[in-house]
């Protein structure tokens, strides 16, 4: 199987780690014993996870990664880390990962909290980009598989109803809109505005991207945004979060990462204004989202 073939099902791939001797099983101990190399001294929370890498001569690979904390703003997931691996030994193509949580609360005796196993917005968007689209996903003890598209579904949405939008939700997407053109990206090119319209305040909190030469540390709009609407007491007051405008150049979607952090202060229900797109809420654009 080279790179350009399909893979035409899950239980195809189910397979093909079965004659390797990667069964289900196997993946998810392996998981379990690389989170026992964890650098967490943050979060206190060990997370391993293994991905599996195919070549053109069809020959599968394991590679490892876990969680890894030198400060909390540049802690990378373990997710992240096991798939970085692969790309960096000239792997272009994974069909399954397998995640351990080893500290996540099972209540046995309960329904399972899913979002305490899933993987964060962030790790979603890379698995979305290089995990086969009917790549499988395991996750410690959930018997359950999950594939790319169900963790972060990129949902169709309905143009004509940016046309219902209220007055307040319409000055927030133009604000969006004015904060794309100030973008400043001489390296990347990427960029797009976001602006958060807040209950109780007529306060619009915008920002745009901003590069840095070195690209990891390029400003990324919304967290500059919730920085903004947190120093001026939003979190600290409780001020309620009505809706995000998103201002990109072209079609897109908002990445993982800035639906993570509205997952972590919005309402399920917040609506999320994508221009030229359509509205949706984060419910809707990332299902299970990861709690600790």
């Given at each position: 199987?080279?790179?350009?073939?399909?893979?035409?099902?899950?239980?195809?791939?189910?397979?093909?780690?079965?004659?390797?001797?990667?069964?289900?099983?196997?993946?998810?101990?392996?998981?379990?014993?690389?989170?026992?190399?964890?650098?967490?001294?943050?979060?206190?929370?060990?997370?391993?996870?293994?991905?599996?890498?195919?070549?053109?001569?069809?020959?599968?690979?394991?590679?490892?990664?876990?969680?890894?904390?030198?400060?909390?703003?540049?802690?990378?997931?373990?997710?992240?880390?096991?798939?970085?691996n692969g790309i960096a030994a000239g792997y272009?193509?994974?069909?399954a990962i397998a995640i351990s949580l080893p500290?996540?609360?099972?209540?046995?005796?309960?329904?399972?909290?899913?979002?305490?196993?899933?993987?964060?917005?962030?790790?979603?968007?890379?698995?979305?980009?290089?995990?086969?689209?009917?790549?499988?996903?395991?996750?410690?003890?959930?018997?359950?598989?999950?594939?790319?598209?169900?963790?972060?579904?990129?949902p169709l949405l309905d143009q004509t109803k940016?046309?219902?939008?209220?007055?307040?939700?319409?000055?927030?997407?133009?604000?969006?809109?004015?904060?794309?053109?100030?973008?400043?990206?001489?390296?990347?090119?990427?960029?797009?505005?976001?602006?958060?319209?807040?209950?109780?305040?007529?306060?619009?909190?915008?920002?745009?991207?901003?590069?840095?030469?070195?690209?990891?540390?390029?400003?990324?709009?919304?967290?500059?945004?919730?920085?903004?609407?947190?120093?001026?007491?939003?979190?600290?007051?409780?001020?309620?979060?009505?809706?995000?405008?998103?201002?990109?150049?072209?079609?897109?979607?908002?990445?993982?990462?800035?639906?993570?952090?509205?997952?972590?202060?919005?309402?399920?229900?917040?609506?999320?204004?994508?221009?030229?797109?359509?509205?949706?809420?984060?419910?809707?654009?990332?299902?299970?989202?990861?709690?600790?």
């Amino acid at each position: 199987m080279s790179y350009g073939e399909i893979i035409h099902s899950s239980k195809e791939i189910e397979g093909l780690l079965n004659n390797s001797n990667l069964s289900f099983e196997n993946l998810r101990y392996l998981a379990r014993e690389v989170s026992e190399n964890t650098w967490s001294p943050f979060s206190q929370f060990p997370v391993g996870a293994v991905v599996v890498g195919i070549d053109q001569s069809k020959k599968l690979k394991v590679f490892s990664g876990t969680n890894v904390e030198p400060n909390v703003h540049s802690a990378v997931c373990a997710e992240r880390v096991a798939i970085f691996n692969g790309i960096a030994a000239g792997y272009k193509k994974f069909l399954a990962i397998a995640i351990s949580l080893p500290k996540a609360d099972k209540n046995i005796t309960g329904d399972i909290d899913l979002g305490k196993f899933m993987p964060c917005g962030a790790c979603r968007e890379v698995i979305l980009q290089k995990l086969d689209h009917k790549g499988l996903i395991l996750i410690d003890d959930i018997e359950r598989t999950f594939t790319p598209k169900e963790l972060l579904p990129r949902p169709l949405l309905d143009q004509t109803k940016l046309r219902t939008l209220t007055i307040e939700e319409m000055d927030t997407l133009e604000q969006a809109r004015t904060a794309l053109n100030n973008a400043h990206v001489p390296h990347s090119r990427e960029k797009y505005g976001v602006a958060i319209l807040v209950d109780g305040t007529k306060e619009i909190f915008s920002a745009c991207t901003l590069d840095s030469t070195s690209f990891g540390c390029s400003v990324e709009p919304l967290r500059a945004a919730f920085g903004a609407y947190t120093a001026k007491g939003g979190i600290k007051n409780q001020n309620k979060i009505k809706a995000i405008a998103f201002a990109f150049p072209f079609i897109k979607y908002p990445p993982g990462d800035t639906l993570q952090l509205i997952s972590d202060y919005c309402d399920p229900k917040t609506r999320i204004i994508i221009d030229n797109m359509g509205v949706s809420t984060i419910e809707e654009m990332m299902p299970y989202p990861f709690k600790l």
